[in-house]
């Protein structure tokens, strides 16, 4: 049974940083085959893509919206991925959860078979 678990979200003035953390059980990182994605949802709007790391963290892509301002890791020995948010914006508020499929990184979300429960992130101006 795969599970991911979010964690670090919270409320941040505009131009502040935060930096989330999901937790994933160890099936997922031992095999090495697992790309992973940060994807949010604003209230009112679908789920969209944020950014994702490939297996091994040698590629990263993301979403133009957050390109600058946030960086995508994962640390295989710890089980865990990391965004860091640097330069919020209050349109970045919304609930991010984190997701995994085999093989690359897709941008639909329909495509990743685990999803965490969220976390939420609420940006003031």
């Known amino acids: 049974q795969v599970q991911l678990a979010e964690s670090g979200g919270g409320l941040v003035q505009a131009g502040g940083s935060l930096k989330l953390s999901c937790a994933a059980s160890?099936?997922?990182?031992?095999?090495?085959?697992?790309?992973m994605a940060w994807f949010r949802q604003a209230p009112g709007k679908e789920r969209e893509f944020v950014a994702g790391?490939?297996?091994?963290?040698?590629?990263?892509s993301y979403a133009d919206s957050v390109k600058g301002r946030f960086t995508i890791s994962r640390d295989n020995a710890k089980n865990t991925l990391y965004p860091q948010m640097n330069s919020l914006k209050p349109e970045d508020t919304a609930v991010y959860s984190c997701?995994?499929?085999?093989?690359?990184?897709?941008?639909?979300?329909?495509?990743?078979?685990?999803w965490g429960q969220g976390t939420q992130v609420t940006v003031s101006s």
């Open positions: 997701a995994t499929k085999r093989g690359g990184v897709r941008v639909a979300p329909i495509l990743y078979d685990y």
């Open positions: 790391i490939s297996v091994l963290g040698g590629d990263t």
């Open positions: 160890g099936r997922i990182f031992s095999n090495n085959n697992y790309a």
